[in-house]
T-cell receptor
Framework: ETGVTQTPRHLVMGMTNKKSLKCEQH?????MYWYKQSAKKPLELMFV???????ENNSVPSRFSPECPNSSHLFLHLHTLQPEDSALYLC?????????????????FGEGSRLTVL | AQSVTQLDSHVSVSEGTPVLLRCNYS??????LFWYVQHPNKGLQLLLK??????LVKGINGFEAEFKKSETSFHLTKPSAHMSDAAEYFC??????????FGAGTRLTVKP
C-alpha cells in the first residue's frame, strides 16, 4: 500500500459528462495536492489544501472543482471537460502545512488517475 | 522566482555502467532540491533531497546527488545502472511556501 490511494485508476468520459476523482491518504498528513501530468510537459500544480482549507489555486479552469471534506480525503470534480484535459491526475500529500512545506518538502504521491476525454 | 532545467529528455545506458542525469536550477532564495522517480503507471517517489546540509546527498537505490552552488547544478548519479532503474526522473526546486517547481523529466533507459 502506497499510503495515498487514488480511484479510479482509469476514466474515460465525454465532454458533457460529470465525474469525480477521489484521493485518500492514510499517512496522517496535513496537506493534500492535485497535480496534472501531461505528456512532454512539467508537472502542473492545480490545487493545494492545508488543514482542509484551500491555500492555492493555480488559475485552474472552473470545469475542475476540488473538494476536501477532511484531512484524509480529496476529490476533484470534473464537468464539461475538453479533450486537452486528458492527462494523468496525481494526488499527493505532505506532512507540513504551507508554512513549513519548503522545509519538509517530501510529497507522497498516489499512482494517479488516467483521464481520457473524448 | 525559481525554475529547474533538466538538460536531457532521454538518457540511455547499458546495465552496469554509470548513470548521470543533469539538472540546473535557478532560485532567488537558498533552495531545497529534490529528485523524484516515476516508474511506469506509478506515482512519483522521493529519491533524495538537499536542504542546506551536506552538499553530497545519498538517496535510495544507490543514487546520490551533489549540490554545486557555483554551477547551480544538482546532478543525479549512480555508479552502476540496474534494469530496475529504468524510469522517469524529475528534478524539483522548492522555495518558500508551496512554490515547488518540477523539471520536465528525464527518461532513463537501461539496456541489457
Amino acid at each position: 500500500e502506497t499510503g495515498v490511494t487514488q480511484t479510479p485508476r482509469h476514466l474515460v468520459m465525454g465532454m458533457t459528462n460529470k465525474k469525480s476523482l477521489k484521493c485518500e491518504q492514510h499517512l496522517g498528513h496535513n496537506a493534500m495536492y492535485w497535480y496534472k501530468q501531461s505528456a512532454k510537459k512539467p508537472l502542473e500544480l492545480m490545487f493545494v489544501y492545508s488543514l482542509e482549507e484551500r491555500v492555492e489555486n493555480n488559475s485552474v479552469p472552473s470545469r475542475f472543482s476540488p473538494e476536501c471534506p477532511n484531512s484524509s480525503h480529496l476529490f476533484l470534480h470534473l464537468h464539461t471537460l475538453q479533450p486537452e484535459d486528458s492527462a494523468l491526475y496525481l494526488c499527493a500529500s505532505s506532512q507540513g502545512t504551507s508554512g513549513d512545506f519548503a522545509n519538509t518538502g517530501e510529497l507522497f504521491f498516489g499512482e494517479g488517475s488516467r483521464l481520457t476525454v473524448l | 522566482a525559481q525554475s529547474v532545467t533538466q538538460l536531457d529528455s532521454h538518457v540511455s545506458v547499458s546495465e552496469g555502467t554509470p548513470v548521470l542525469l543533469r539538472c540546473n536550477y535557478s532560485s532567488s532564495y537558498s533552495p531545497s532540491l529534490f529528485w523524484y522517480v516515476q516508474h511506469p503507471n506509478k506515482g512519483l517517489q522521493l529519491l533524495l533531497k538537499y536542504t542546506s546540509a551536506a552538499t553530497l546527498v545519498k538517496g535510495i537505490n544507490g543514487f546520490e546527488a551533489e549540490f554545486k552552488k557555483s554551477e547551480t547544478s544538482f546532478h543525479l548519479t549512480k555508479p552502476s545502472a540496474h534494469m530496475s532503474d529504468a524510469a522517469e526522473y524529475f528534478c524539483v526546486v522548492s522555495g518558500i511556501g508551496n512554490d515547488m517547481r518540477f523539471g520536465a523529466g528525464t527518461r532513463l533507459t537501461v539496456k541489457p
